[in-house]
């Protein structure tokens, strides 16, 4: 018999792998969003990650579809969880995703179905959290009615090169027989091949600790840069050096947001501190790069005295809330932090960004962001901070002037153009 895949949850990472499947499998996406289901059925998809064309042609010419009704997916045998795993608001894991979906899946679980999940976790929390819902739902016994499998989604968005068929795709399974199983599934979309590890723990642990290698790295060139400015040092003059010795890695300050690199370390630091195991330097990395936005936000004040500007009731733009250049994506974007902070200071603040759906910002942060209709004037401003190197504000041009504080926290100028950057 062959496979039919279900996948839940239609985001940046649910819905390129069903494309994927869906050329190969009879493939169904599931979302709770009737709106999401709406568009994708008519070819569009408001991520970007996917084409329209591509998407359009995946849809009349292969075998995908797409559903909110989980029972639309009753006769399938491999579902593949896709939903964020985000963080509440004191900053600890939210599995709440994760358990809906969970209890979705036990209600249409059969005899030899296998669920993999792909949504980052700690280490453990598939089996610990997720399989005690599948069996109560379902009535099904684990590892002897149903299996799971574990495979941690490595979607980078916005990059159009490193695309989910072209990244190496780690797996594992619950036993050694479905491991193999969901290693061959995988290996039947994924060109660029397949790691097998030798548990589902395993995989899920090298899942955080990708990005929180990445996390603590950048955590340090962060703390460089507040000790290079005190001694009246360039950051990017000091790095550019260092990265002419052969294994220097190139990693850069700023503000350290997204779904991925900016959680991840959240949830390993909560399994570790749940087993009485303090992890302190993943501690003191959080501990420096939650403190940016603050920081940032403090020096253009400071910026702003010298030249003796107002700061109250002032007028700062902000270019940029993605989390990343070039990308829509605004989850846990760390813009909202320079944001608050400036906020506190009596400043008025304006937000511009020509990647991010106006309504979703204001849902996720209750901010208007601003149109230019009649232009961005961006001389009308006290204080510009460039927070996000989306390729439209490359050619903006700035009046050097003793009126304004340009801070560039992305190094997208040079430092000549600029009164301030990392």
């Not at 995946?58 to 969880?81: E, G, K, M, P, W």
């Not at 360039?234 to 790095?239: C, F």
Request: some cysteine; glycine content about 6%.
């Amino acid at each position: 018999m062959e496979d039919k895949i279900c996948i839940v949850g239609l985001g940046y990472v649910g819905l390129p792998l069903a494309v994927e499947f869906g050329q190969k499998f009879q493939t169904i996406g599931f979302d709770l969003s009737k709106q999401r289901i709406d568009e994708l059925a008519k070819g569009y998809d408001k991520t970007m990650e996917i084409g329209d064309d591509y998407l359009i042609d995946v849809v009349q010419n292969h075998r995908l579809t797409f559903t909110t009704s989980i029972s639309d997916a009753r006769d399938f045998n491999i579902y593949i969880v896709t939903v964020p795993t985000p963080l509440d608001k004191n900053k600890r894991p939210d599995l709440t995703p994760l358990i809906s979906a969970s209890n979705l899946i036990g209600s249409v679980l059969k005899l030899n179905d296998i669920v993999i999940y792909e949504s980052t976790v700690y280490p453990g929390a598939t089996e610990e959290d997720c399989v005690p819902i599948l069996e109560q739902v379902s009535g099904l016994t684990f590892n002897k009615d149903f299996f799971c499998g574990y495979s941690p989604e490595r979607i980078n968005p916005g990059d159009k090169e490193h695309t989910v068929s072209k990244i190496l795709k780690v797996t594992s399974g619950s036993t050694p027989e479905i491991a193999q199983k969901v290693d061959v599934l995988y290996q039947k979309i994924i060109s660029a091949g397949t790691h097998l590890a030798p548990s589902i723990k395993v995989a899920e642990a090298a899942k955080v600790i990708e990005n929180t290698q990445r996390y603590i790295n950048i955590a340090f060139v962060n703390e460089l840069a507040m000790l290079f400015n005190r001694l009246g040092i360039d950051t990017q003059a000091v790095l550019e050096a260092a990265n002419t010795k052969w294994n220097f890695l190139p990693f850069k300050p700023g503000l350290v947001g997204g779904h991925c690199i900016g959680v991840d370390p959240y949830y390993l630091t909560h399994k570790a501190q749940e087993i009485g195991f303090n992890p302190e330097i993943i501690l003191a990395g959080r501990h420096i790069n939650d403190g940016m936005g603050s920081y940032i936000a403090n020096r253009v004040i400071k910026l702003m005295i010298k030249k003796c500007l107002s700061i109250t009731q002032s007028k700062v733009l902000i270019m940029g809330i993605t989390f990343k250049e070039n990308c829509p994506d605004i989850r846990n974007s760390r813009v909202i932090d320079v944001i608050i902070e400036l906020q506190d200071f009596g400043v008025n603040v304006d937000i511009y960004d020509p990647w991010a759906n106006v309504e979703d910002v204001h849902h996720e942060y209750g901010i208007k962001l601003i149109g230019t209709e009649n232009g961005l004037c961006v001389s009308s401003y006290d204080a510009v901070v460039l927070a996000v190197a989306h390729k439209q504000f490359e050619t903006i041009q700035f009046d050097r002037t003793d009126k304004q504080i340009i801070f560039d926290i992305k190094t997208l100028f040079d430092q000549e153009t600029v009164d301030g950057r990392l």
